[in-house]
């Protein structure tokens, strides 16, 4: 008898496994599906470097032309259009990332594997943006000329002398759970601080001023909000095992792969409206100097920044958990480094990704083949690094200061957000629209960036594969002696 329940144990421990391998099979297959989507972008990325070339030529020629404001506004109307649908869209998109994510994330491992891939993801996603941050802040790319401010909207701050850093911390924590999940969408909670002149009831007695913090609702969405819902919601998916549980993430899986068709069909639109972007903003700069300038220290800031996260961080990483050569990992991820370059996606790589780190780096398949599916979705160390750099310069663009409470919330959205980014071309500065937005930075700024997009683009996905294969091989060998189920349990399971 006790036989049997040993038995019966082992089986349906070893279904659970197979039901696993199942669940990680067609997030596999999601992803494939979408490589075969982005074959497209070859297209598309011609299409894109027309539309900037285009933008450049029109902007500058339209300049000598001296058009009407009038004019002006119409030129910018189609550009105007793409940043309302990308801003209708990024919130609930990276919602449903996040969520289909997150759960993908917790049922695919068991707790041990589980809690390393959580811990190496969010500390190298969160050391991309500190760098970035830091990079922005250190070269200024922003801050040549910090009146000659892209476009019309530029962004005024006054200074609040009663605002202390503790109203930054725990304006943080309440935003981190709003009181309403809707009103999320488009407001937050700020403490203000106002100076009251209170009469005294002596007449003799001279009228005197008194701080009062009151806490108020302001523009802007709530992203650190709107991000803890959708992580609670998909670990508590990812956790659930029962069938009604499987529906409702059928459903979310669904919603995403509907998001995803809807942004792959934008971007069609995209090189017109990045066309009108740029040809709109060359319009209302001043300074065409201050432009060229901020566009290559841009670049050099991005490049500056990646160095320092391939040749330092993930290198740091990788040898104090393993006291090996980190750059032979590099040497056998070449291959894939190419096809990156070539398809801008990090979807589209992931065969290659495998079989370097199957074949040249021998990494054990039960980690490669849950690992490096969702480290395409859900770990994007170079978008994570554009957050940064990108929500910097554009404060300094516009001669915002920010705060210590805006750059945290910089920080943790561009950590969070880039978990939702799509591993497809073009996806970074969507994510990056939900970031300014979520410190009421103007977007309008973005179309400049697009104009470089297509380069820096190819640099951040050889971040985003190369950080994926060193997280492999760190895991692989913390947990050298365990964990997923092999690939001969599961044979023998079915055969029976």
């Given at each position: 008898?006790?036989?049997?329940?040993?038995?019966?144990?082992?089986?349906?421990?070893?279904?659970?496994?197979?039901?696993?391998?199942?669940?990680?099979?067609?997030?596999?297959?999601?992803?494939?599906?979408?490589?075969?989507?982005?074959?497209?972008?070859?297209?598309?990325?011609?299409?894109?470097?027309?539309?900037?070339?285009?933008?450049?030529?029109?902007?500058?020629?339209?300049?000598?032309?001296?058009?009407?404001?009038?004019?002006?506004?119409?030129?910018?109307?189609?550009?105007?259009?793409?940043?309302?649908?990308?801003?209708?869209?990024?919130?609930?998109?990276?919602?449903?990332?996040?969520?289909?994510?997150?759960?993908?994330?917790?049922?695919?491992?068991?707790?041990?594997?589980?809690?390393?891939?959580?811990?190496?993801?969010?500390?190298?996603?969160?050391?991309?943006?500190?760098?970035?941050?830091?990079?922005?802040?250190?070269?200024?790319?922003?801050?040549?000329?910090?009146?000659?401010?892209?476009?019309?909207?530029?962004?005024?701050?006054?200074?609040?002398?009663?605002?202390?850093?503790?109203?930054?911390?725990?304006?943080?924590?309440?935003?981190?759970?709003?009181?309403?999940?809707?009103?999320?969408?488009?407001?937050?909670?700020?403490?203000?601080?106002?100076?009251?002149?209170?009469?005294?009831?002596?007449?003799?007695?001279?009228?005197?001023?008194?701080?009062?913090k009151t806490l108020t609702s302001?523009?802007?969405?709530?992203?650190?909000?709107?991000?803890?819902?959708?992580?609670?919601?998909?670990?508590?998916?990812?956790?659930?095992?029962?069938?009604?549980?499987?529906?409702?993430?059928?459903?979310?899986?669904?919603?995403?792969?509907?998001?995803?068709?809807?942004?792959?069909?934008?971007?069609?639109?995209?090189?017109?409206?990045?066309?009108?972007?740029?040809?709109?903003?060359?319009?209302?700069?001043?300074?065409?100097?201050?432009?060229?300038?901020?566009?290559?220290?841009?670049?050099?800031?991005?490049?500056?920044?990646?160095?320092?996260?391939?040749?330092?961080?993930?290198?740091?990483?990788?040898?104090?958990?393993?006291?090996?050569?980190?750059?032979?990992?590099?040497?056998?991820?070449?291959?894939?480094?190419?096809?990156?370059?070539?398809?801008?996606?990090?979807?589209?790589?992931?065969?290659?990704?495998?079989?370097?780190?199957?074949?040249?780096?021998?990494?054990?398949?039960?980690?490669?083949?849950?690992?490096?599916?969702?480290?395409?979705?859900?770990?994007?160390?170079?978008t994570a690094l554009l957050q940064?750099?990108?929500?910097?310069?554009?404060?300094?663009?516009?001669?915002?200061?920010?705060?210590?409470?805006?750059?945290?919330?910089?920080?943790?959205?561009?950590?969070?957000?880039?978990?939702?980014?799509?591993?497809?071309?073009?996806?970074?500065?969507?994510?990056?629209?939900?970031?300014?937005?979520?410190?009421?930075?103007?977007?309008?700024?973005?179309?400049?960036?697009?104009?470089?997009?297509?380069?820096?683009?190819?640099?951040?996905?050889?971040?985003?594969?190369?950080?994926?294969?060193?997280?492999?091989?760190?895991?692989?060998?913390?947990?050298?002696?365990?964990?997923?189920?092999?690939?001969?349990?599961?044979?023998?399971?079915?055969?029976?």
């Amino acid at each position: 008898m006790c036989d049997k329940i040993i038995i019966n144990c082992g089986a349906k421990e070893k279904m659970n496994s197979i039901e696993r391998q199942n669940q990680t099979t067609k997030h596999k297959t999601k992803l494939k599906l979408c490589g075969k989507r982005v074959k497209k972008n070859d297209l598309l990325t011609i299409l894109t470097l027309t539309g900037v070339f285009l933008g450049i030529v029109f902007g500058i020629t339209l300049r000598y032309a001296n058009p009407s404001d009038n004019a002006k506004m119409l030129i910018a109307f189609p550009g105007e259009i793409l940043l309302r649908i990308l801003k209708m869209l990024v919130i609930p998109f990276i919602s449903v990332s996040i969520i289909t994510g997150v759960a993908e994330l917790i049922r695919n491992n068991n707790g041990r594997v589980g809690l390393h891939i959580i811990i190496y993801y969010i500390s190298t996603t969160i050391c991309a943006v500190l760098i970035g941050i830091a990079m922005a802040w250190a070269i200024k790319p922003g801050l040549q000329n910090a009146t000659q401010a892209v476009g019309k909207n530029s962004v005024t701050t006054t200074k609040n002398l009663g605002y202390s850093a503790l109203d930054t911390v725990l304006d943080l924590i309440r935003n981190l759970f709003p009181r309403n999940l809707i009103e999320a969408w488009f407001r937050l909670d700020v403490t203000t601080a106002t100076f009251v002149t209170v009469e005294q009831k002596n007449v003799s007695q001279n009228a005197t001023t008194k701080l009062v913090k009151t806490l108020t609702s302001t523009d802007g969405s709530n992203a650190l909000g709107l991000i803890t819902f959708c992580v609670m919601l998909g670990i508590t998916l990812g956790r659930r095992k029962s069938t009604k549980t499987q529906v409702v993430s059928q459903f979310f899986n669904e919603l995403f792969d509907l998001f995803m068709d809807v942004i792959i069909s934008i971007m069609w639109f995209a090189p017109i409206g990045i066309c009108s972007l740029i040809a709109g903003n060359l319009l209302q700069v001043d300074n065409m100097m201050y432009t060229l300038t901020t566009l290559g220290l841009y670049i050099v800031t991005t490049f500056v920044g990646a160095f320092i996260h391939l040749v330092s961080v993930l290198p740091l990483i990788y040898w104090v958990v393993t006291r090996k050569n980190p750059y032979k990992v590099y040497a056998g991820c070449l291959q894939a480094v190419l096809t990156m370059i070539g398809t801008t996606s990090s979807a589209a790589t992931l065969p290659t990704t495998l079989r370097c780190a199957e074949e040249n780096l021998g990494i054990n398949k039960r980690f490669t083949r849950v690992m490096l599916p969702l480290g395409a979705t859900i770990n994007m160390d170079g978008t994570a690094l554009l957050q940064g750099i990108v929500a910097i310069t554009i404060a300094q663009m516009n001669g915002v200061t920010l705060t210590a409470g805006q750059v945290i919330t910089i920080c943790l959205t561009g950590s969070l957000a880039s978990a939702g980014a799509a591993a497809i071309p073009g996806s970074g500065l969507v994510v990056a629209l939900f970031v300014i937005q979520s410190v009421g930075l103007p977007a309008e700024g973005l179309g400049f960036f697009y104009a470089v997009d297509w380069m820096l683009e190819r640099l951040r996905g050889i971040i985003n594969i190369l950080g994926d294969v060193i997280g492999v091989c760190v895991i692989a060998h913390l947990n050298r002696e365990d964990t997923l189920p092999s690939e001969t349990e599961l044979l023998d399971v079915d055969r029976n």
